[in-house]
């Protein structure tokens, strides 16, 4: 144990059934590394195929990385896994990350990971200090909203444990509830937060008083200050900081805007920076009222930034208080907000529902109306009841006209994802997004967006600018000896180089995962770089450091992504998932802006074979070879394949 670096060595296993606890040792995941990975194994290993989000033999699994708690900055996040209630048709596997500072706390209390399995009768909370582990009954904190859980555990223990909870939403076992952390860190895809409900977990309370050994410290150390300095630059410096500070995507942090313009003026709002635990870059904003309008919020970013049309319209603010307003409301409900913002605003915004369908007196975007919505959705009110189950439900099973299935699919692009949540990346970022949405099967549906972003980053690199283009070229050269691949993307060509960027975006978002890390933060591309390019391998260079594993090339990078993705791809085929399930709705190939961008059924067909063949999946069948899986380390998953689910593989 004494050689096993960035690890504690165990992982907590909660049997909220029998009230009994036990540990699994780490170093049976190890080859997984940690984050999506290692949630994968537990996923394989300890449920089966047939289980629904909400049923008690669902495993719901926090797990950390190497990384985790260590200096390393950019690599702090907690991925959760199990099979996801918002999946639809089908309920099935899926994994999503938080930020914040549960997952060091964990780390330090001794675990490297949490494993929830059966369900309570009654509600509990789970306290966890150091190797102190304890059920405790919850009467009193459910049915509260997550601000007010989280204040009343402060209260009995201190601020300095930290929590994950969920509100009245993940009670009800609404399909978008999210699991938050940290006031307004989540995990918020996929509907875990009804996972925790249905196992009757109100919270998990954390505090650890331990620390994280690392294999070598002094140069983890000097990669963390290289990686920053690649990154940003501090207020005080003569070049400019990175443009990530401040917000994610922008909008809130612009000039001009109502709540933006408050905290400049230094009244009644005071804004700041906020992100997770050793982060240099600091992406979302901070927002805390002076007046009593509202209590605050943690960390803001990303798509929490952007205010809905018709509030702007009706409140006449640009994101101001009821853009704000809304935000806290789902925070403390334990709604999710991409949820909201993707999936539920526009039934109302394209006339699929109205305000009196609800019983709600109030016109769409007021703060009236906003508040209402997520209350009757979270608590399964009236036609909330049916809004709580998804969108896609909604759409295809409770109204079922040819217009709504139309419009659900034309959101969703593909047959195998459940949802549009991301899945503009489909379109935006042309051919690699085509094939990329197809095979990932909404399991992890954001990948192309978050590798597009980070090797081209229009925040760093004018798009469309002599320099944007050279850095798109710079990089094909460096990693497929080729710039003709990014040239055809961006021109819409599904070409033979299209399937092998797919598989290195694959494989960089499997990695980001893995070793809990944010996406933004990877220092590939760099404002203070020659060319812009950063440094490639400097992401496992940082998590060598940490584990001492050997991970020195792209191929051993490679080598661990792999097994990953291959293990999902069997959890997904051991739930029925087929070849049928990578491709897309017939409608989208006739969709003009899907056409006029070169969209063909002959060239995604040839793309995504050409995937398969580089992954080592079978083209006939979409199952993996099993000579794959005996590679990557994976003959015990073979086996179980063929014998215990009666899976013919491939050679």
């Not at 190497?66 to 690599?75: A, K, L, Q």
């Not at 993707?342 to 529902?353: A, E, M, N, R």
């Not at 896609?392 to 692009?413: P, R, S, W």
């Amino acid at each position: 144990m004494a050689d096993l670096y960035g690890y504690t060595g165990k992982i907590l296993v909660v049997d909220l059934t029998s009230g009994e606890t036990s540990t699994l040792d780490t170093t049976n995941y190890t080859d997984f590394i940690g984050g999506r990975g290692m949630g994968a194994k537990l996923h394989w290993d300890l449920v089966g195929p047939d289980v629904k989000g909400t049923d008690p033999e669902n495993v719901l699994a926090f797990t950390t990385s190497p990384t985790t708690g260590t200096p390393c900055p950019g690599g702090q996040k907690t991925c959760v896994t199990g099979v996801a209630p918002h999946m639809y048709p089908v309920e099935t596997y899926l994994k999503s990350v938080f930020g914040g500072m549960w997952g060091p706390e964990l780390k330090y209390a001794g675990w490297d990971g949490v494993v929830l399995k059966g369900a309570s009768a009654t509600p509990v909370y789970i306290l966890i200090q150091d190797d102190r582990v304890e059920i405790r009954d919850a009467d009193d904190l459910w049915g509260l909203d997550t601000q007010s859980t989280e204040r009343m555990l402060w209260d009995r223990f201190d601020d300095k444990h930290r929590i994950v909870t969920i509100g009245p939403a993940g009670e009800n076992l609404v399909s978008d509830a999210v699991i938050l952390s940290d006031d307004s860190n989540t995990a918020g895809k996929g509907g875990f937060g009804a996972v925790m409900g249905s196992k009757k977990v109100k919270a998990i309370v954390v505090r650890g008083t331990g620390e994280v050994t690392m294999a070598r410290p002094e140069e983890l150390l000097e990669l963390a200050y290289e990686s920053q300095r690649l990154i940003t630059r501090k207020e005080t410096e003569a070049q400019p900081s990175h443009p990530y500070r401040g917000s994610l995507f922008g909008p809130l942090s612009t000039e001009g805007n109502d709540i933006w313009k408050e905290g400049q003026e230094g009244k009644n709002v005071r804004t700041g920076l906020a992100g997770c635990m050793m982060c240099p870059i600091a992406c979302g904003m901070s927002i805390k009222f002076k007046d009593g309008y509202s209590e605050s919020t943690g960390h803001i970013m990303c798509v929490e930034c952007n205010a809905e049309p018709e509030e702007m319209v009706v409140e006449n603010e640009n994101w101001g208080r009821a853009a704000f307003s809304r935000l806290k409301e789902m925070d403390k409900m334990g709604y999710s907000v991409w949820s909201m913002h993707l999936d539920i605003w526009p039934l109302f915004t394209y006339g699929v529902l109205k305000p009196e369908d609800l019983e709600i007196d109030a016109p769409v975007g007021s703060k009236k109306f906003s508040k209402e919505l997520v209350r009757k959705i979270s608590m399964r009110e009236g036609l909330g009841d049916e809004l709580a189950k998804g969108r896609a439900h909604f759409l295809n099973e409770f109204i079922g006209t040819d217009q709504t299935k139309l419009m659900y699919q034309m959101q969703a692009v593909t047959s195998g994802q459940s949802r549009l949540t991301y899945n503009y990346g489909a379109n935006f970022y042309g051919p690699i997004g085509w094939v990329g949405c197809c095979v990932s099967r909404g399991r992890d549906n954001d990948q192309t967006w978050a590798f597009s972003n980070t090797i081209t980053d229009p925040r760093v690199v004018a798009p469309g600018s002599k320099a944007y283009m050279q850095l798109q070229q710079d990089i094909g050269n460096m990693l497929w000896d080729t710039d003709q691949g990014a040239i055809d993307n961006a021109n819409r060509v599904v070409s033979d180089k299209i399937a092998p960027m797919a598989y290195t975006a694959h494989n960089f978002k499997c990695w980001v995962d893995t070793v809990g890390s944010c996406s933004q933060f990877m220092p590939h591309i760099s404002m203070y770089s020659d060319n812009y390019m950063g440094k490639w391998d400097i992401r496992r260079q940082l998590v060598s450091a940490v584990s001492g594993l050997d991970i020195d090339s792209d191929e051993k990078e490679n080598e661990y992504c792999d097994r990953i993705w291959m293990l999902e791809r069997c959890i997904g085929a051991r739930q029925g998932q087929t070849k049928e399930d990578d491709w897309m709705y017939d409608c989208i190939f006739e969709d003009p802006s899907y056409k006029d961008w070169g969209l063909t059924r002959e060239g995604l067909r040839s793309a995504i074979d050409q995937y398969y063949e580089i992954r080592g999946i079978d083209v006939e069948t979409g199952l993996p070879r099993r000579s794959t899986l005996e590679r990557l380390g994976l003959k015990d998953v073979a086996d179980r394949m063929e014998g215990e689910y009666g899976i013919a593989l491939p050679a």
